[in-house]
T-cell receptor
Framework: TQLLEQSPQFLSIQEGENLTVYCNSS?????LQWYRQEPGEGPVLLVT?????EVKKLKRLTFQFGDARKDSSLHITAAQPGDTGLYLC??????????FGAGTQVVVTP | NAGVTQTPKFRILKIGQSMTLQCTQD?????MYWYRQDPGMGLKLIYY???????DKGEVPNGYNVSRSTTEDFPLRLELAAPSQTSVYFC??????????????FGDGTRLSIL
């Protein structure tokens, strides 16, 4: 069973557009992480959120953790081709179970 | 800046053969993990270790074995390769448990095909 549901599965946009990807669950998470994976490489951590309602910004990326700590979103402003990659959320629920979501493949074309 | 190193990068096996995927890290991390990644399925945890001499099953351990004799090394063994084990395998390490939000550092993966 998939603890974390990510949507959409695939997103293709033009350079300069904005995009949002989502990570949802019916479980409460003690912490949630976002990773980006480029072809031929392992995932790299972008951010960790731990507090309900928390918003973190990393240059053009904005991460939000839901108030109830069951969901999270990643918003990219003015996307660039370098943002292309597989975006994965991962979290630990209140039972200590850690799992990755299936990911959202983002393609930004010039 | 080696981080997590996996070898080999690519391998083709015949059904029934065995092999060991190597993983070593130079960050003195206690926690180490093996994942497999199949298209559209994200990362599935195979085995993990919280320190030398301690290993435990993850979500999909069947068909695999691990050992952790040192802090640095965490090899993954496939005893009887099956086509269902065709996948990309990632090793990762962290200084603490995921529950505390500790980041995992990944290797570049081993692409394994079973024919």
């Amino acid at each position: 069973t998939q603890l974390l549901e990510q949507s959409p599965q695939f997103l293709s946009i033009q350079e300069g557009e904005n995009l949002t990807v989502y990570c949802n669950s019916s479980s409460v998470f003690s912490s949630l992480q976002w990773y980006r994976q480029e072809p031929g490489e392992g995932p790299v951590l972008l951010v960790t959120v731990v507090t309900g309602g928390e918003v973190k910004k990393l240059k053009r990326l904005t991460f939000q953790f839901g108030d109830a700590r069951k969901d999270s979103s990643l918003h990219i402003t003015a996307a660039q081709p370098g943002d292309t990659g597989l975006y994965l959320c991962a979290g630990t629920d209140s039972w200590g179970k850690f799992q990755f979501g299936a990911g959202t493949q983002v393609v930004v074309t010039p | 800046n080696a981080g997590v190193t996996q070898t080999p990068k690519f391998r083709i096996l015949k059904i029934g053969q065995s092999m060991t995927l190597q993983c070593t890290q130079d960050m003195n991390h206690n926690y180490m993990y093996w994942y497999r990644q199949d298209p559209g399925m994200g990362l599935k945890l195979i085995y993990y270790s919280v320190g030398a001499g301690i290993t435990d099953k993850g979500e999909v351990p069947n068909g695999y074995n691990v050992s952790r004799s040192t802090t640095e090394d965490f090899p993954l063994r496939l005893e009887l390769a099956a086509p269902s084990q065709t996948s990309v395998y990632f090793c990762a390490s962290s200084s603490g448990p995921p529950a505390l939000g500790q980041p995992q550092h990944f290797g570049d993966g081993t692409r394994l095909s079973i024919l």
